[in-house]
C-alpha cells in the first residue's frame, strides 16, 4: 500500500515508521531538518518500553508532486494548517485514493453523509468559505481518533509516551473494503485499529476533554492532574463538558460514559501538560478552533446555550492573539 504521511511530526513519525517497518511503501512529506534527517537516517522511534526500533525504508519529500498519487494519504497536521496544504495536496490523490483525518477536534467533515436535519451544512470555525471541502473531496475521507501521545525528540525521532489506538471509520459509518483494508494494515504495523460504526460518538469523546482541558491548562499553565485536584478548575472542566454533552446530544450523539468518569480518565493520565499548553509555551498557533470553537458553532446550529465555553475560548483566543502579536511565547519558570 502507497502511504503518504502529511505532517512527520509526533504522531505522523509514530504512525509512518510503524507501517513502513511492516512492508507498507511510505513516504513522508516533510520539511527542513526533519526532511534532511529521514532521507540520511530513517526514521527512529523510542518505545514506551525503553526499546529503540529504525525505519530505514521510508523517504521523505518536501514537494506533494514528487511523491505522487497514493493509496492513502494520512493528514496528520493540525486542523488550521490544513488549508495551507491545499494547493499542493491534490497531487497525491489518484482515483481511489482516501484521505485519513488524523486531527484532533471537530472535522471540516462533520456534517457530510450524517443522515438527519443538518446533513451537508459547512462549518465555518473549521472551514471558512467551504474552502478544505472544495479541495478535498468529501467521499475520499475517512475519520479517525487518535489516542497515542508522543513526542518529536529531534529531526527524524520520535519518542513514543503512550498508547498505540487509532480508531477509524467511514462517515456513514459503513464497514467499506478500504476502511477494513487501512486496519488491517495498521494493524500489521502493531497498532490497535478498531473500525467504528460511529466515527463521530468516538471523536465527541476525546473532543469532551480536550475543549476544556486544553485551553484552561494554556490559561493556567497546569498540568492534567492539577486541574483535576483543584476544585475550582475541575468544576470548570465539568460545566465546559456538560454544556457541550448537551450540543453533542442534540446532533444525536450517545455518550457511552459519564462526565465523572471522562474527568478521572484525565486525571490518571498525571502531570501532562497539554498539546495546547506546549503551543503556548513554544510559541505556536494555538489549536483552537476545531476544539473550542467548532463546539460553539454547533451549539448555535442546535440552538443550545455554551456560555461557560464561550467564556474560555475569548480568554485563549485572546491569549493567542498576544502571543502571535508579539512572536513571543509563555513559559513558567522556577524563581
Known amino acids: 500500500m502507497r502511504i503518504a504521511v502529511v505532517g512527520a511530526g509526533a504522531i505522523g513519525g509514530y504512525l509512518g515508521a510503524q507501517l513502513a517497518r511492516a512492508g507498507e511503501d511510505v513516504t513522508f512529506i516533510a520539511r527542513n531538518r526533519n526532511l534532511e534527517a529521514i532521507n540520511a537516517r530513517g526514521f527512529r522511534l523510542l518505545l514506551e518500553d525503553g526499546s529503540q526500533v529504525h525505519a530505514d525504508t521510508v523517504r521523505a519529500v518536501q514537494q506533494m508532486a514528487d511523491a505522487g498519487p497514493q493509496d492513502v494519504v494520512l493528514l496528520t497536521v493540525k486542523a488550521h494548517q490544513v488549508v495551507d496544504l491545499l494547493p499542493d495536496l491534490c497531487r497525491l490523490f489518484g482515483p481511489q485514493t482516501a484521505v485519513v483525518t488524523m486531527i484532533n477536534g471537530v472535522p471540516w467533515w462533520y456534517f457530510h453523509r450524517l443522515a438527519g436535519p443538518y446533513e451537508g451544512r459547512q462549518l465555518e470555525s473549521v472551514d471558512p468559505g467551504g474552502r478544505i471541502a472544495a479541495a478535498i473531496e468529501p467521499e475520499r475521507v ?32 459503513s464497514r467499506s473494503e478500504r476502511v477494513e483494508a487501512l486496519s488491517q494494515a495498521l494493524m500489521k504495523a502493531g497498532f490497535k485499529a478498531p473500525v467504528s460504526k460511529d466515527i463521530r460518538g468516538e471523536i465527541w469523546v476525546k473532543l469532551w476533554g480536550n475543549l476544556s482541558f486544553n485551553p484552561i491548562s494554556a490559561l493556567t499553565h497546569a498540568t492534567l492532574q492539577d ?43 498525571g502531570a501532562h501538560k497539554t498539546s495546547m499548553l506546549q503551543d503556548v509555551e513554544n510559541g505556536r498557533a494555538l489549536e483552537l478552533e476545531a476544539l473550542v470553537g467548532a463546539v460553539i458553532e454547533l451549539g448555535r446550529i442546535t440552538g443550545v446555550a455554551t456560555p461557560t465555553i464561550e467564556a474560555i475560548h475569548a480568554a485563549t483566543a485572546l491569549l493567542g492573539r498576544t502571543l502571535a502579536a508579539q512572536g513571543a511565547r509563555l513559559r513558567m519558570q522556577a524563581g
Open 142 to 173: 475517512i475519520g479517525s481518533v487518535v489516542y497515542p501521545a508522543a513526542e518529536l525528540v529531534e529531526p527524524g525521532v520520535v519518542r513514543v509516551i503512550e498508547g498505540n489506538r487509532f480508531t477509524i471509520g467511514e462517515p456513514d459509518g
Open 227 to 269: 486541574i483535576c485536584r483543584f476544585p475550582p478548575t475541575r468544576a470548570l472542566a465539568a460545566a465546559m463538558m456538560a454544556e457541550a454533552q448537551r450540543v453533542g446530544e442534540a446532533l444525536g450523539v450517545q455518550f457511552k460514559i459519564g462526565l465523572d468518569k471522562r474527568i478521572a480518565g484525565a486525571e490518571a493520565v
